[in-house]
C-alpha cells in the first residue's frame, strides 16, 4: 500500500480559505468513505479533525470542512486564523488497513 | 475523559526488540466500540499505521510491518502492548497509541468508520548502539 498524495505546503492569509487534497486509489479513497484528517502542532500528537470524509467530531470548529470526489478527498478551512498553522494529515481505511498521506505544512501569512 | 499514556524504554540496541506499552484510563479497552491502534512518525517526517487489536485479541498489521510486529492486549491492566522485532535505524520514530473507533452494525462490527481519537502524547524511541 502506498502513501496517500497531498502537497507538501499550502498557505494562505488571515481570514482566506484554504484547501488541501489528498489524492489516492480507488483501492483506498475512492473506495471507502473512510477518509480522515488530522492536524498536528509541532511537538504535539496529532487531533482527529474529519472523519468519514466530512464528519466533525464534537469540539472542532466548523471552519473545517471535508469532502470527496472519486480518488480524491480534500480538506478545506474557511476564516483561516494564525492557531490553524499546523502539519494536516490525510489517511484513508483500506483492506482492513489504514494509509495516510505524506502531510502538508500550513502556513498562515 | 479517555487518556492514554505510552511507555517503555527510549532507546534500542539495533537488532533487539523495541516494547512499549499503552496505558487506557477513563475508559474500558474492553468496550465492543472500539479498536486499539500503535502509530509511528519518523522525525521529521509522516505518520504510518503500524497495527491495531481489539479486546478480545483480534489483531490487523501493516502489511510492510507483519512479519516484525506482535500487538497484545491484557485487559485485566486496561493496557495493549507493541513489539517490533529486529529493529533498525529506519524505526527510530515517536511512536502513538490511539483508539480506534468502529461502527456497530446488526451485522457485527465495520472498522474503518470513525478514525484515530484520541491520540497518547507520543514517545521516542531511538534504534542507535
Known amino acids: 500500500q502506498s502513501a496517500l498524495t497531498q502537497p507538501a505546503s499550502v498557505s494562505g492569509s488571515p481570514g482566506q480559505s484554504i484547501t488541501i487534497s489528498c489524492t489516492g486509489t480507488?483501492?483506498?479513497?475512492?473506495?471507502?468513505?473512510?477518509v480522515s484528517w488530522y492536524q498536528q502542532h509541532p511537538g504535539k500528537a496529532p487531533k482527529l479533525m474529519i472523519y468519514d470524509v466530512s464528519n466533525r467530531p464534537s469540539g472542532v470548529s466548523n471552519r473545517f470542512s471535508g469532502s470527496k470526489s472519486g480518488n480524491t478527498a480534500s480538506l478545506t478551512i474557511s476564516g483561516l486564523q494564525a492557531e490553524d498553522e499546523a502539519d494536516y494529515y490525510c489517511?484513508?481505511?483500506?483492506?482492513?488497513?489504514?494509509?495516510f498521506g505524506g502531510g502538508t505544512k500550513l502556513t498562515v501569512l | 475523559q479517555l487518556q492514554l499514556q505510552e511507555s517503555g524504554p527510549g532507546l534500542v540496541k539495533p537488532s533487539e526488540t523495541l516494547s512499549l506499552t499503552c496505558t487506557v484510563s477513563?475508559?474500558?479497552?474492553?468496550?465492543?466500540?472500539?479498536?486499539w491502534g500503535w502509530i509511528r512518525q519518523p522525525p521529521g517526517k509522516g505518520l504510518e499505521w503500524i497495527g491495531s487489536i481489539y479486546y478480545s485479541g483480534s489483531t490487523y498489521y501493516n502489511p510492510s510491518l507483519k512479519s516484525r510486529v506482535t500487538i497484545s492486549v491484557d485487559t485485566s491492566k486496561n493496557q495493549f502492548s507493541l513489539k517490533l522485532s529486529s529493529v533498525t535505524a529506519a524505526d527510530t520514530a515517536v511512536y502513538y497509541c490511539a483508539r480506534e473507533a468502529l461502527m456497530i452494525t446488526f451485522g457485527g462490527v465495520i472498522r474503518g468508520a470513525g478514525g484515530f481519537d484520541p491520540w497518547g502524547q507520543g514517545t521516542l524511541v531511538t534504534v542507535s548502539s
Open positions: 477513563g475508559g474500558s479497552i474492553s468496550s465492543s466500540s472500539y479498536y
Open positions: 489517511s484513508s481505511y483500506t483492506s482492513s488497513n489504514w494509509v
Open positions: 480507488s483501492s483506498d479513497v475512492g473506495g471507502y468513505n473512510y
